[in-house]
């Protein structure tokens, strides 16, 4: 196959049968997908030589024991020890890891804050992450961290990966490729991406500037939320979700691979581009997955369902219907109740809520939360519709009304969101969001009947 005119284009195979676009469809299917012809052995995961002088080497992504487990066999031009050397300490002063407690911040409270802003300052997918808030300990593997990303810069004969956690990507503004060991990933606004802990990657800048959101989970991965009662359709299916196929690079030129690990980052320098990966098969890989595709249910007839009935995705914790995170989204969707208060209720529970607006209004906040901000509502601490929001849908014609034009989500989670130094003194706080209950008005009447 001949190399690509471009020194940073992956090489990828062409289409296979089956798949869309250069990508493989299914969430958590086994899948086998190879870069040259015969690359990938078949009937054994080891043989004593492959194809094209390949090293076999299996990523796994669980324990050996787990039930089931999640590894996949790759085949690449160098063993992944050789895109590992001396390691050197670095720090990255704006990506914090859980356990992580500002002495002089306060993380109790209802926060919002505006977009954060762009700069002059190029920026990578390194160097452009901002973190809100962390969560839980990512030395023991439970909880997350928050982040907004910056992207101005791609990265060139720079990869990365984490050993702490999987992210979840969620782009608001511009679009970005994640060229990994298991081939191209490329992403835009109402889109996600699920980047697996241990694979390594290289982030580039297809259309900028970038912004967006991302979830670094410490825990069990991300997989699809039991629908109980609901049954076997609708909300995110399987088929939607988009592996992709074989990619490599076989290019000499110095390159340095940063590591995540424990919360702290090192770099190592090596003489070639790790994404040599010619063809894999396995369970264990990154993935898109276009938010348009999200089929929401709901009440047809009354009451407001709890939001859990927006699950996207699910990462569990030892608690069983108790989640580590809770990927949720609301998105444009119908409202047909009768008789109902149908914005979100008044509520405060044992889940920690950290919301991100993609585009458009959401219902329970006409005003002030904006594309590319965000909230927080910690753990037990009461939140709900602002006056506006609760005197509009008190007073509502309840006939069919469809929230349009709207597409939010949140980062739940049962452990406490503590606030960085960052989102409490750099990030643009809305410090006025609190007052958006002060009008709320006591309408108590205690005329037996009265509404």
């Known amino acids: ?78 063993p992944s020890v050789k895109h590992s050397h001396r390691y050197e300490k670095i720090d990255l002063p704006y990506w914090k890891s859980a356990p992580h407690v ?103 800048v ?35 979700f988009k592996a992709p196929v074989a990619a490599f690079e076989d290019r000499e030129v110095p390159s340095t691979v940063t590591i995540k690990w424990c919360g702290q980052f090192h770099t190592t320098k090596i003489g070639h581009s790790p994404l040599d990966v010619v063809a894999w098969h396995g369970n264990y890989a990154p993935y898109k997955y276009d938010l348009r595709n999200y089929c929401p249910v709901g009440a047809i007839l009354f009451d407001h369902p709890d939001p859990s009935i927006f699950t996207v995705l699910t990462a569990p914790s030892g608690v069983p219907g108790t989640a580590n995170i809770d990927f949720v989204l609301f998105r444009e969707r119908w409202m047909v109740m009768e008789d109902t208060f149908r914005p979100p209720w008044y509520h405060k529970n044992i889940m920690s809520e950290l919301m991100g607006n993609i585009y458009g209004q959401y219902d329970a906040k006409p005003q002030g939360f904006v594309p590319g901000g965000m909230s927080l509502h910690n753990m037990m601490i009461p939140h709900g519709p602002d006056k506006e929001a609760f005197e509009k849908a008190s007073n509502a014609n309840l006939g069919p009304d469809k929230l349009d034009n709207t597409m939010s989500f949140m980062f739940e989670t049962r452990f406490p969101q503590h606030l960085t130094a960052f989102a409490a003194n750099e990030a643009p706080l809305q410090d006025d969001y609190i007052d958006c209950w002060t009008d709320l008005e006591k309408k108590f009447d205690g005329t037996p009947g009265k509404k």
């Open 1 to 78: 196959m001949n190399r690509p005119t471009d020194p940073h284009a992956l090489t990828q195979a062409s289409t296979p049968v089956g798949t869309h676009e250069g990508y493989m469809p299914g969430f958590g299917n086994d899948f086998e997908t190879e870069a040259l012809p015969g690359a990938l052995p078949q009937g054994m995961n080891s043989p004593q030589k492959c194809n094209y002088g390949l090293y076999g080497e299996q990523l796994s992504g669980t324990a050996f024991t787990a039930n089931p487990p999640e590894r996949t066999w790759c085949y690449r031009i160098r």
């Open 102 to 204: 500002v002495d002089d911040v306060i993380s109790l409270g209802q926060y919002r804050w505006d977009a954060v802003p762009h700069s002059d300052e190029p920026l990578t997918w390194l160097t452009g992450m901002r973190t809100m808030t962390t969560a839980g300990d990512v030395n023991t593997q439970v909880g997350m961290a928050s982040h907004i990303y910056l992207v101005t810069e791609s990265m060139v004969d720079d990869y990365f990966f984490s050993a702490d956690s999987e992210l979840l990507v969620v782009p608001q503004e511009g679009r970005l490729r994640f060229a990994t060991e298991l081939g191209i990933i490329d992403l835009e606004p109402k889109e996600i991406a699920i980047i697996p802990r241990g694979l390594v990657y290289r982030v580039e």
């Open 206 to 240: 297809l259309e900028g500037p970038c912004r967006g959101f991302v979830c670094e989970n410490y825990g069990q991965k991300f997989e699809l939320p039991g629908r109980g009662p609901i049954g076997a359709n609708c909300m995110a299916n399987p088929r939607d």
